[in-house]
């Protein structure tokens, strides 16, 4: 048993965080966050420079071949910010995505351009349903002789206003995991890729409006969309709770710091027990995500059956991240909703990913099917 | 017991009228969410004017006293014209007036009767609106250990310095109150004073501070409030209600009813409208309300909306039927705040991320449950945190301190 | 609008009150815990002579004809104990019972002699599915020339130990709602009365093994026992959650009491914000159950619909007595635990009368439905 | 990282020969759930013996230097030691004895070196079983402030006065170690000492506390506790450890193990059980672990529970692998303590009223949730209430006070 990390991750994490106090401090991140496009330019040139957009490929796909447990000390520090820009969605997502999907030409074309930052995928799955199952895939192509036509809208697409790439979920069969991928160019004529407005942290809309899809934008086989999509959410699940993990731990440094310097009544708010009990609450919730979290990447990392191990993740740190925030909320009173002292950025981000990729009944539900109760 | 306002014949006729004026007066449009500054400004001269038309019958302030302005109305006619408003989603008055509702409470209270003269009638017929100003950057839970902003007796004026923040909303105002430190060296709550100026002397500024709850007067955007300057602004020694050092007391009036000593009447606006869209809103061609894990969020979400509509209604019997009163005006405002914070959970989980976007497709009709997203996140802390308005409900129980406290006054003469 | 008590209400209030200090102080109510039966034939025959068995009953059949409110304030004080003993059982639900589902013959031979003390009734309800509708009975009698033979189990039939006539609601029919009641001599052969062990107040097995029944038992008409039930049901919720209300109350006083007298750290244990959260806590349960049980009365009392009243009362109020007792255990540590200290039997009450009648999650369904959400 | 601990050839051997030991050695009564007081005796008895062969083999303290007659093994065979006793439902030690589990851990750090060979044999090998005394009528969360037993030296003696309240379980103790004041006027956390002392001496006596919690060794009865009187009880001056008025210094060893700074493996018997039971009953005709309701408490109920046992498998860790600590310890005792208290209502709602009963046919198998029922709130506060655990885990952060407070050691010389 060694719960630490690796000598080779502490050095990955001294990188990142230096990275991320240098390029994304707290008035970078709230500077972006009205933009319709969450990518920096400069920030992912940076990024693909040290060899982050590849972090989770195989070397001979343009990617460093790290481990799952390497990529999420990244994801840790990147979650700090919660720096945007689709480093997940395109990254880690997308380029698992096809790696599962593809064949391995189509794998030779699309990821050494995502690991070179060329190419920006995020992966469109949801719909109006919102479900994030296999059955809430109901966009179904048209046409048959090899190529596609698509009329239709998936929605809460993550980052999809900066991706070049499209990868899109589509029902190609009756059966409930009768899914198919289709590789779609973000500029295609019929594409429109619209940020969504409100409390939400660039999840879009996008719509197909009689979008020619050739043949060959047909990733790997028909129909085995929804098992490649599985496989790669496995994966990319926990890379996304480490991302939560890692904001949860800016919050509670921000709550820790202020209980220690503002002062009223005459003593640092600290003193306080209520106080208190809204950080307490704060770091017990994020414990829970952090061990939950690396348990689930030790198991995948190591091989062994990870699947309820990830659901549970992903359920408690949504829960997680939205209630450090509420809590870091209490504990910072007017200061915290002020736009400019940076958490809002996490309030909004924990609200984001509270759905994304599923809730956490969704997951908890999940959890239990895949522990064979 | 009787929890109904039981409504006489010459009540119901009132009644009729109320809805018949206000049908033909409210317009139409400021049932809009504003779409820009502009729009939201437009708005609101739409809503100040309304109040105008109210405050000249008497209907802005219905039970404050008519000798200053007000309706002179008995509670059960105040009932009926809230009720009555409450059907067009507005509220008396019908924009951010907090600072007048309760400024214009700790003047009649406190005032003398030349400032009760010279300060209401403009608030009561609604000619002015008011803003409080209260927190400064040291001074936020601990109200009484405002420093910053000082006032300095000179001849017949006094001279204040300082700065405030988290003040009122957009828009701009006419009145502001505010409570100043006028002994540096005095004793805790024996050195503080509390003024009632104009807004537009010389040497008052604003700056806007973005909140990430929506607009205070309506609109998606984010909210704004405002932190106020003061370079040397002089103001009358009229302008001091309740004598000087005694702003303290004075501020135990306003803050009883802003932490819900006065209790509320009347329906929940959000519940309503997140039924509506859970009956109206199909998920795989089922209405969410039909589906049983909303079914059984809904129910949750019902009943804490309906135990704070009981806590209202308690306080408002206690408060007009001049009940003594502990720890309910405190425990009212907790539970509405803390009731607003848990239900941003409960209908994200119930109704999932369309509560979170104000897109007119995708998110629910002028993009409200987004707006309680935000707002039920901000709301926790004006008025007082979650955490001091324990501290009141523990030392009213007897139990915070070795004697037990009383709840602030809110009667005046009348 | 008038939230205070009558005159009237006052004074049986006070009568109730010094009659609960005088004969059922805590150690009495400790006392009696471990007895087979919850009836102190004492107590009871004291009881009676107030008037209080018969409270809810038009004065035609010996009650005293009051309102459920004026009911409500005497079972706060009772449950201020709690008090044990088939108050609610026989003097309320039992009596309801028979006045919604009797004929007028049978409610003459059958109430006067509860309002007296005589008779103990008790509605045996649920099985062992633990549901609390109709659906949930399915014992069914069998013979048919008129008379009826039982042999099945009824559980959870609170005070059945001291019951001396059991109502059983039997299935007669495959409709959903076709029940009958039958007046069961609790003392006839067959019958069998148990307390269940445990964390349970009196809550008993009830069996029937070849219990001869004669045909007069039937109360009232075959098939609309659980339309007769079921408004007997409605009026007596409210008056079991006035008696969780005085529970709630008198666990609040101590735990009042015992921060203000308890002293740590050379203070009053009061003066700690966190012992001040668990009382801030249990007076808004309170307070949620006493308005909410009270409005339901009200309802009642002057004609309205109140289903969904009764429902949401019953769902605070069971709610809010288990939350009640565990903030209580919070501020009183090892002191609480002590059974002679009487916190523990109002803990007890508190797990029993959870379920009892309908769990909160069952009574907030019926809330929604009564609702026509 | 590596959550899982690694076994060697070896190491498997030992687990193989554990196993074979602990089928033959274990008498499979010890399972039954006592029925009586005499039966709950009978099996303390048959379990005091297993302890006793479990002593002699060095496998009841495993970790415990062999020289004072512990183990001498590492942390790998521990590991494997608690995994196969845990099969049969059991701990080490298989009986009521944290007096001898806290009590040695505090003799090794601070005793002499003739203070553990007289104290540390007779606990490693299971002959005695050791009660702490701790709480009295007037100091229960403040434990510094102990006042009520004292000691006074006379010659090579103290004579002990005074009472102790919550102590131990049922079936008596052979020793006892306890706090006790040794001057009254003396500052705080610098009057008490630490005595351990055999519990037959003349002049100490006890009386049953009756407690709403199952027995506390087994049995469904309600849970004993004792009061210990203490009438002028003379002690050699060699029972006092670590000085005089060293006392809280000595107990600071003992209060982080209490509160969770060890850590622990294991899985989680409720959990299991529960699972277990829902399976297997069936309500309508379907299992309750088939029902949406039911599932989703479980989910509910499961991950809290994975989440304790990953705070306690993180503690474990740097315990053993000799990482700081900070405020892990009690916040491992809080969320064990919280989750407790917590899935009462949470079995309660997914169960029913059988979650109450311990009858054979309409409760569960051996009354276990029964037990949990009470046992979820009774444990909320031993070894410190979860206000304390609160207390000590905002010192740990560093903002419960000005300097930031370590968390206790738990090593000594070995």
């Known amino acids: 048993m060694d719960l630490a990390l690796t000598e080779s991750q502490e050095m990955?994490?001294?990188?990142?965080?230096?990275?991320?106090?240098h390029e994304a401090p707290v008035d970078v991140v709230v500077g972006l966050q009205k933009a319709e496009s969450s990518l920096d330019p400069d920030l992912w040139r940076k990024a693909a420079r040290l060899g982050w957009l590849g972090i989770v490929l195989p070397a001979e796909y343009g990617g460093s071949g790290d481990s799952l447990s390497d990529a999420a000390v990244l994801y840790e520090e990147l979650g700090r910010g919660p720096l945007p820009g689709p480093f997940f969605s395109s990254g880690v997502l997308g380029a698992l995505t096809v790696l599962e999907a593809a064949t391995d030409e189509q794998r030779r074309r699309i990821l050494p351009a995502v690991a070179s930052g060329e190419r920006v995928l995020t992966v469109a799955i949801t719909e109006p349903n919102t479900s994030?199952?296999?059955?809430?895939?109901?966009?179904?192509?048209?046409?048959?002789?090899?190529s596609f036509v698509l009329n239709g809208t998936k929605l809460f697409v993550s980052d999809a206003t900066s991706a070049t790439d499209l990868i899109v979920a589509v029902r190609t069969g009756d059966g409930p995991g009768d899914v198919s991928l289709l590789h779609v160019d973000a500029k295609a004529r019929g594409v429109t890729a619209r940020?969504?407005?409100?409390?939400?942290?660039?999840?879009?809309?996008?719509?197909?409006?009689?979008?020619?899809?050739?043949?060959?934008a047909l990733l790997g086989e028909a129909q085995r969309g929804w098992a490649a999509l599985a496989g790669a959410l496995e994966r990319a699940?926990?890379?996304?709770?480490?991302?939560?993990?890692?904001?949860?731990?800016?919050?509670?440094?921000?709550?820790?710091l202020y209980t220690q310097t503002r002062v009223q009544f005459g003593v640092p708010i600290g003193r306080f027990q209520r106080v208190q009990d809204h950080v307490v609450r704060l770091v017990n919730h994020l414990d829970s995500a952090r061990w939950a979290t690396w348990e689930a990447l030790w198991k995948l990392d190591t091989g062994r059956p990870a699947t309820a191990s990830v659901h549970m993740a992903k359920a408690i740190a949504s829960e997680a991240y939205l209630e450090v925030c509420n809590a870091a909320h209490e504990v910072h009173a007017g200061m915290g909703v002020l736009i400019e002292y940076g958490l809002p950025a996490h309030t909004q981000m924990s609200r984001t990913l509270f759905h994304y990729l599923g809730d956490p009944r969704w997951h908890k539900r999940r959890m239990a099917d895949a522990l064979e109760w | 017991m009787d929890f109904e306002v039981t409504y006489t014949e010459e009540q119901q006729r009132f009644r009729r009228e109320v809805r018949g004026w206000l049908e033909t007066n409210v317009p139409a449009s400021v049932s809009r969410t504003p779409t820009s500054p502009e729009d939201n400004y437009r708005r609101y001269l739409e809503l100040r004017d309304l109040g105008r038309k109210l405050g000249a019958k008497g209907w802005l302030y219905p039970t404050a006293p008519a000798k200053y302005g007000g309706g002179g109305l008995d509670v059960d006619h105040a009932i009926i014209l809230e009720e009555e408003v409450d059907r067009f989603d507005l509220s008396l008055p019908p924009y951010y007036d907090s600072g007048g509702r309760l400024g214009s409470a700790s003047i009649l209270v406190w005032g003398t009767e030349e400032q009760r003269q010279a300060f209401l009638p403009a608030i009561y017929r609604g000619e002015v609106r008011t803003w409080q100003l209260l927190t400064e950057p040291g001074a936020g839970s601990d109200l009484a250990g405002v420093r910053m902003t000082t006032a300095v007796r000179d001849g017949d004026e006094y001279v204040i310095k300082g700065q405030k923040i988290f003040v009122g909303s957009d828009n701009g105002t006419d009145r502001i109150w505010m409570i100043v430190c006028t002994d540096p060296n005095g004793k805790r709550h024996e050195n503080l004073s509390w003024f009632m100026i104009d807004a537009n002397l010389p040497g008052i500024s604003m700056q806007p501070m973005e909140l990430?709850?929506?607009?205070?007067?309506?609109?998606?955007?984010?909210?704004?409030?405002?932190?106020?300057?003061f370079d040397d602004v002089r103001v009358p020694a009229f302008a001091l209600v309740g004598g000087e050092n005694k702003g303290w007391t004075v501020a135990t009036t306003h803050l009883e009813l802003e932490h819900g000593g006065g209790g509320r009447i009347g329906r929940n606006r959000v519940w309503d409208r997140l039924l509506r869209y859970c009956q109206e809103t199909k998920r795989d061609g089922v209405p969410l309300s039909q589906q049983q894990d909303v079914r059984d969020s809904l129910a949750d979400i019902y009943i804490k909306t309906e135990v704070q509509r009981l806590f209202g209604l308690r306080n408002f019997y206690l408060t007009y039927a001049r009940k003594p009163k502990s720890y309910e005006g405190p425990q009212l405002s907790y539970y509405r705040k803390t009731t607003g914070l848990w239900m941003t959970g409960a209908i994200l989980e119930a109704v999932g991320p369309a509560a979170l976007t104000t897109d007119p497709t995708w998110g629910s009709s002028s993009g409200f449950l987004e707006t309680q997203q935000r707002n039920g996140i901000v709301s926790v802390h004006p008025g007082g945190t979650t955490d001091i308005q324990r501290v009141q409900m523990a030392r009213r129980i007897g139990i915070g301190r070795s004697t037990r406290e009383k709840a602030g006054t809110v009667h005046g003469a009348e």
Chains 1, 3 share one sequence.
């Not at chain 1, 699940?237 to 820790?256: N, R």
């Not at chain 2, 309506?218 to 300057?229: M, Y």
Request: charged share 15%.
């Open chain 1, 12 to 21: 990955l994490r001294t990188t990142a965080r230096s990275f991320m106090e």
């Open chain 1, 132 to 146: 994030w199952g296999p059955g809430g895939i109901t966009l179904a192509p048209q046409g048959r002789n090899g």
């Open chain 1, 195 to 216: 940020r969504l407005p409100g409390f939400l942290s660039w999840q879009c809309e996008v719509s197909f409006d009689n979008v020619q899809v050739p043949a060959s």
């Open chain 1, 237 to 256: 699940v926990p890379l996304l709770c480490a991302y939560i993990v890692g904001g949860c731990q800016a919050v509670y440094e921000k709550s820790v």
């Open chain 2, 212 to 229: 990430m709850g929506t607009g205070g007067e309506g609109g998606t955007d984010s909210g704004i409030k405002q932190t106020v300057f």
